[in-house]
């Protein structure tokens, strides 16, 4: 990957236009960028290029990014004259839509949002083939330099937040312990696996609702972050030195170290009313950590809500967008729970993206430095080719799979 400057692609020398198109995605409500961000944008010498009513479902009218300085324009429009394309869902992280954006797409057209780089090598291969520069944001390392940019940090303090609050509407009991004349009303008991940014935004929200809140996670180094949110730490007798993989994430483990996690937690799940679970391995099936039996222990009426669920759930019964009672458990299982809030969950996303973006810019041109951390981590395709070394490699063992499946 070389050094490269791209300026406006749409056959002139004026600004750099950034375009923003409505999200297509079934039920997604979030937009790419959010009316305050267009003075910083403005200051950098970018234009922006708006689809009407692109920001409407996230609570963001039209006359607000009009007022900003922003221009309304057609889809079509946007995808014909854009030099850049900011989205939440590009292509790969839209399955259900997200073909026609690929085919509006123009060689050096630079495309940056969440693009499912890990798992849809298909479609990076088709952005590859277009010539279009996509940037994910899904592969910001995590460093310091890069935390202002990190969005699934940002969609995780939401799903966080939402899970808690799912949890407490779906419990046939409240969450505070109350003295009241009527006598005492016991707290509920809730358990968070995984203590990542979505499990301590969830616990610090349960404990906020008056939950007795213990949390589990196979990173020890987490124990800290968990204790001083006033929870207690589950441990249990595991070897756990090579859980954290690169960027702080869960690495995932062998069958034999789930199988036995799976037996020494039996006891403290049946032991809670309501169980969140946010155990995910980027790019690989979520691990199972709540069995079918481990449920039948719990009490009729209790909750899980399965954070997981999109790439197959932690809980063995959890069904992707749908809600399961068993034994009279109910167990839940959202995909897109950052959508739910749009209006924050947009402010968040189109600060780290904008943030991104202004990273990249320089002299009106978008510059690849392949020196620079937070560029070459991201970059995904360029000049025609995947780019990115491990979704290269990913995308390469996929094909040589399939060609060995249809020889």
């Known amino acids: 990957m070389s050094r490269a400057n791209l300026g406006p692609t749409n056959g002139d020398n004026s600004l750099m236009k950034i375009g923003v198109v409505k999200e297509s995605f079934p039920g997604e409500c979030r937009v790419a960028l959010v009316p305050g961000m ?134 046939p009991r409240m969450f505070p312990m109350l003295m009241t004349a009527a006598g005492t009303i016991t707290p509920a008991k809730v358990l968070i696996v995984g203590a990542g940014v979505a499990g301590l935004q969830a616990i610090s929200v349960a404990r906020r609702l008056g939950a007795v809140v213990s949390a589990y996670d196979v990173r020890a180094a987490v124990k800290e972050q968990v204790l001083s949110l006033g929870a207690k730490f589950v441990e249990l007798p595991l070897e756990t030195a090579g859980a954290e993989g690169a960027g702080g994430y869960a690495k995932a483990q062998d069958e034999a170290f789930y199988h036995r996690q799976r037996e020494l937690m039996a006891k403290v799940v049946a032991d809670h009313d ?79 993206i904008t943030t991104f973006l202004l990273h990249l810019v320089k002299d009106n041109r978008i510059h690849i430095d392949a020196d620079d951390e937070i560029t070459r981590e991201t970059l995904l395709t360029q000049g025609g080719r995947i780019v990115h070394a491990r979704v290269g490699e990913l995308a390469a063992s996929d094909a040589a799979s399939a060609d060995g499946r249809n020889s």
Not at 138 to 149: F, G, K, N, V
Not at 313 to 322: H, V, Y
């Open 38 to 171: 267009l003075p910083g944008l403005a200051k950098a010498g970018l234009d922006v290029l708006l689809e009407s009513n692109a920001g409407q479902a996230a609570g963001f009218p039209d006359a607000q990014y009009t007022s900003k300085g922003a221009v309304l324009a057609s889809r079509s429009e946007v995808f014909a004259q854009a030099d850049v394309i900011l989205q939440v869902r590009a292509p790969g992280a839209n399955p259900a839509t997200g073909s026609a954006d690929l085919a509006a797409l123009r060689k050096e057209q630079v495309v940056i949002g969440m693009c499912e780089p890990l798992t849809s090598h298909a479609v990076t291969k088709q952005l590859a083939s277009a010539g279009v520069t996509a940037f994910a944001m899904e592969l910001m390392p995590r460093i310091t330099r890069a935390q202002s940019m990190d969005s699934l940090s940002s969609m995780a303090t939401v799903t966080g937040y939402k899970a808690v609050l799912l949890a407490a509407m779906t419990l």
């Open 274 to 352: 309501v169980v969140i679970t946010t155990a995910a391995i980027p790019g690989k099936p979520s691990p199972v950590l709540v069995t079918a039996d481990m449920v039948g222990g719990m009490a009729p009426g209790s909750v899980i809500v399965d954070l997981a669920a999109e790439r197959g759930g932690n809980c063995e019964l959890t069904k992707a967008d749908e809600t399961v009672v068993i034994h009279g458990v109910t167990i839940l299982g959202p995909t897109n729970l950052a959508s739910t809030a749009p209006y924050h969950a947009s402010q968040m996303y189109a600060k780290n």
